[in-house]
C-alpha cells in the first residue's frame, strides 16, 4: 500500500513483515509468486464478496445489479487497492509468461460474473429484447475495465462520480 505492488520485492516483504527474506522465499522465491498469490488472493475475495451478496429488502433490481459490479471497481480503498494488484499483475502478465494461466482464468471468472449480470437484467425482464448476450457482455467487460483504469490513473478527471454515472447510464442503455 505504501509504495505499490510494483514496488513489492520479497526483500521488502520481508522487513515490513519483520520476517528474514529467506523466510519469506520459502513462500515466495520471486516477485513474480508474490505478484500470482496477491492476484489470487484479490480473486478470492472479490469472489467471497460477490457469491455472498444478497438482495436487500425493498432494493430496486437495477440498484442490486449495479452493486454486484460495483465489486470489481475501485469505489473504496480496499478495492482501489485490490485493482492496483489487478493492474500491476496485467502490466506484469505481458513479460512473464508463468502468470499467464492465472490471468486467463481471472479474466474468464470476472467475464462469467459480468455475464451473470446481463442474464440477471434479462431474466428480470428488464433488458431490450434484442440485446446479444455475448456482445453485451464483452462490452460490460470492456466498460468496466475501462472506468477502473481510467479511475486508477486519471481519478482527477474521471472521479468515482463520473464512474458511477457512465455505469448507470450503461445499464439503464440495456433497459427497456
Not at 505478484?35 to 457469491?51: C, G, I
Not at 478495492?79 to 494461466?101: C, G, H, N, P, Y
Not at 492465472?102 to 431474466?123: E, F, I, P, T
Request: with cysteine.
Amino acid at each position: 500500500m505504501e509504495e505499490g505492488i510494483e514496488q513489492a520485492s520479497v526483500r521488502k516483504i520481508a522487513q515490513v513483515a519483520g520476517f528474514s527474506v529467506g523466510a519469506v522465499r520459502h513462500y515466495f522465491a520471486s516477485q513474480s509468486e508474490l505478484l500470482h498469490f496477491s492476484m489470487e488472493l484479490v480473486s478470492d475475495r472479490v469472489m467471497q464478496r460477490a457469491m455472498t451478496r444478497k438482495m436487500k429488502e425493498n432494493q430496486e433490481p437495477l440498484e442490486f445489479v449495479t452493486e454486484g459490479v460495483c465489486e470489481v471497481l475501485p469505489i473504496d480503498d480496499e478495492r482501489k487497492i485490490e485493482m492496483e494488484v489487478w493492474l500491476a499483475f496485467s502490466a506484469k502478465v505481458l513479460v512473464d509468461q508463468t502468470l499467464r494461466e492465472l490471468s486467463n482464468k481471472v479474466y474468464l471468472d470476472m467475464h462469467d460474473g459480468l455475464k451473470n449480470v446481463v442474464m440477471a437484467l434479462q431474466l428480470l425482464d428488464m433488458a431490450k429484447d434484442e440485446l446479444d448476450l455475448d456482445m453485451e457482455v464483452n462490452r460490460l467487460h470492456a466498460i468496466v475495465d475501462g472506468m477502473a483504469m481510467h479511475y486508477l490513473l486519471n481519478p482527477e478527471q474521471f472521479s468515482h462520480e463520473s464512474m458511477m454515472q457512465t455505469l448507470n447510464y450503461h445499464f439503464r442503455s440495456l433497459c427497456k
